[in-house]
């Protein structure tokens, strides 16, 4: 709680009306919570005072870390990015499986208090597995977002260096930083390094590389979130999954979760058809969220091109067999 001092300048100058003086007072409270490692309650104050729309734009904090970031010593390429948080959880269609999990880890950290009291820690290290496009990265974002967490993510090909030591020494920057203030940080594909270059010479480097990410995932001990998140879940062995407080499955939509990713995407759009419809649905069977948003958005150009005001079943048949003929 803030000290006295603090609390009757916050009340006098809310009863005055002396607004500077308000917000001085405000700012000191959620700094002495923030130093007293009450990140949520921090948060929730910052979004009372500023406003919820800071979380699109940057609350103060979230720009000092974008001012900031740290940068590879021998190539001067920056090692963290700050993404964006704007899409929230009902953005999201998963299946209830991995929706109960993250809403479990959502609890967590919700209640961390209360766990701290029992020697508890809430799930912080985190791998979110499963094929391209269904939401893996995107979890992350609205994971953030409903933390109100700022997500930064680990450059991975400017953290992996050819100079000895070096892939090391960026790592150690990337967690001395991420240390200073809780964040999500997502690791992206990080293994996708290891994929791409793995019949090349230097294959036995770069396997060093995604072992030193997850070592220092294993030992890290800070309030921030990591999460790693994986395409080739088969390439792992049970060392790596051992590392991490939960395991998030990511799967192709089903037809249920088919119809509410349609509504979603289509509620601002006027269209002859109803997205719940199975028939509508399962035109769409097998194929990822990502691909079946890239084909409801070139039907949605095809209707504004064509000058229609209605979205029509046609418009989406001819933009599915353009997506049917590109993987031929
Ligand atoms: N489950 C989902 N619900 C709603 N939209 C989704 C979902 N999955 C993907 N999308 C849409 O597709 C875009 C790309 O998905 P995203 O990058 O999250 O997939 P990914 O699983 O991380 O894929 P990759 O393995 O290729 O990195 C998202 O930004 C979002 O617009
Ligand atoms: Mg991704």
Redesign the pocket.
């Known amino acids: 709680m803030a000290n006295g001092k603090l609390l009757r300048q916050l009340i006098r100058s809310g009863l005055q009306g002396d607004i500077d003086n308000f917000r001085a007072a405000s700012e000191a409270v959620i700094a002495e919570e923030r130093d007293k490692k009450h990140h949520l309650l921090a948060n929730d104050l910052e979004k009372l005072l500023y406003g919820t729309q800071l979380n699109q734009t940057l609350p103060l904090n979230h720009l000092k870390l974008a001012s900031s970031l740290p940068a590879s010593k021998d190539s001067g390429l920056s090692l963290l990015e700050l993404r964006p948080v704007v899409r929230e959880s009902q ?4 299946s209830d499986a991995s929706q109960s999990i993250l809403d479990e880890i959502l609890l967590e950290h919700n209640r961390a208090d209360i766990l701290r009291s029992y020697g508890l820690r809430p799930a912080q290290k985190l791998i979110f597995f ?1 094929p ?7 979890a992350a974002e609205v994971l953030a977002n409903s933390l109100s967490m700022p997500l930064l993510m680990v450059r991975l090909d400017s953290v992996i260096s050819s100079f000895l030591g070096e892939t090391a020494a960026n790592l150690r920057k990337v967690f001395d930083y991420v240390a200073e203030f809780p964040c999500v940080v997502l690791f ?2 990080f293994d996708a390094l290891a994929k791409d270059r793995g019949d090349s010479a230097d294959h036995g480097e770069l396997k060093r590389s995604v072992n030193a990410v997850l070592q220092m995932i294993d030992s890290y001990r800070g309030d921030s979130i990591l999460i790693a ?1 994986t ?1 080739y879940e088969s390439l792992l062995d049970k060392a790596v999954w051992r590392r991490f407080d939960e395991a998030v499955p ?1 799967d192709m939509p089903n037809l249920e979760q088919i119809k509410r ?1 349609l509504s979603i995407k289509l509620s601002g759009v006027r269209r002859q058809f109803d997205p719940t419809d199975a028939k509508v649905a399962s035109l769409f069977k097998g194929m990822s ?2 691909d079946i ?1 890239r084909v409801l958005r070139r039907a949605i150009k095809d209707m504004i091109l064509s000058g229609k005001e209605f979205l029509e079943k046609q418009h989406l048949d001819t933009s599915l067999a353009r997506e049917h003929r590109a993987h031929l």
């Open positions: 953005d999201i269609v998963l499963g391209p496009g269904c939401g893996k990265t995107m992206d594909e998140t395409n990511f990713l969220h990502a948003e």
